[in-house]
């Protein structure tokens, strides 16, 4: 089955501060996606990413940047973190323009204080 | 883009009975329906899709049904278990390389 992985598990914050979640798959997908989960929305998808040096903004971007600097790594930055970005964040990997299912990493729990 | 909306988002059944969720959207280019299970504090997990070139598809006591005319899909699980317990999302996909996720169903399977 397919390997995605996060770091950190589990994060705590304060407001104005910077966060970085980073996110590894060893499936050698092209795509890869960041999304956030919260009571009552499902998953929303904040960024996603085509491939090495893509990024491309989903529904929510507004409050995050992305970066894909490998095929093997997708990192979620939250430049000035703020209590509503308090929400647990799921990475997935899928293969390009293919009938495929994504493939979801274990999460991360973030809390913004 | 695309836009889904699940219901109920909340369900309770005596194990045994089935269980339905529907989902609905609004892009006619849509054609890749999955579903996904979630069970507490792990992540989501496929359990079945349906393309658009289907109207139904079971799998171990699982049913999709897609009316593509009515831009509609629901799953139905069969002779529940408590081990169904969980959340459920719908989703759907214009181009294969984006899910656009409905907001989810709390399944609760009761003895």
């Known amino acids: 089955e397919a390997a995605v992985t996060q770091s950190p598990r589990n994060k705590v914050a304060v407001t104005g501060g910077k966060v970085t979640l980073s996110c590894n798959q060893t499936n050698n997908h092209n795509n890869m996606y960041w999304y956030r989960q919260d009571t009552g929305h499902g998953l929303r998808l904040i960024h996603y990413?085509?491939?090495?040096?893509?990024?491309e903004k989903g529904d929510i971007p507004d409050g995050y940047k992305a970066s894909r600097p490998s095929q093997e790594n997708f990192s979620l930055i939250l430049e000035l973190a703020t209590p509503s970005q308090t929400s647990v964040y799921f990475c997935?990997?899928?293969?390009?323009?293919?009938?495929?299912?994504?493939?979801f990493g274990p999460g991360t729990r973030l809390l913004v204080l | 883009g695309e836009q889904v909306e699940q219901l109920p988002s909340i369900l309770r059944v005596q194990e045994g009975s089935s269980a339905s969720i529907n989902c609905t959207y609004e892009?006619?280019?849509?054609?890749?329906f999955p579903w996904y299970k979630q069970e507490p504090g792990e992540n989501p997990k496929l359990i079945i899709d349906i393309r658009s070139n289907m109207e139904r598809k079971q799998t171990q006591g699982l049913i999709v049904l897609l009316d593509k005319k009515a831009k509609r899909f629901s799953l139905h699980i069969t002779d529940t278990q408590p081990g169904d317990s969980a959340m459920y999302f719908c989703?759907?996909?214009?181009?294969?390389?984006?899910?656009?996720f409905g907001s989810g169903t709390k399944l609760t399977v009761e003895p």
């Open positions: 892009n006619s280019a849509s054609n890749y």
């Open positions: 997935a990997s899928g293969e390009r323009d293919s009938q495929d299912t994504q493939y």
């Open positions: 990413s085509y491939g090495a040096g893509s990024t």
């Open positions: 989703a759907a996909s214009p181009n294969y390389n984006v899910l656009y």
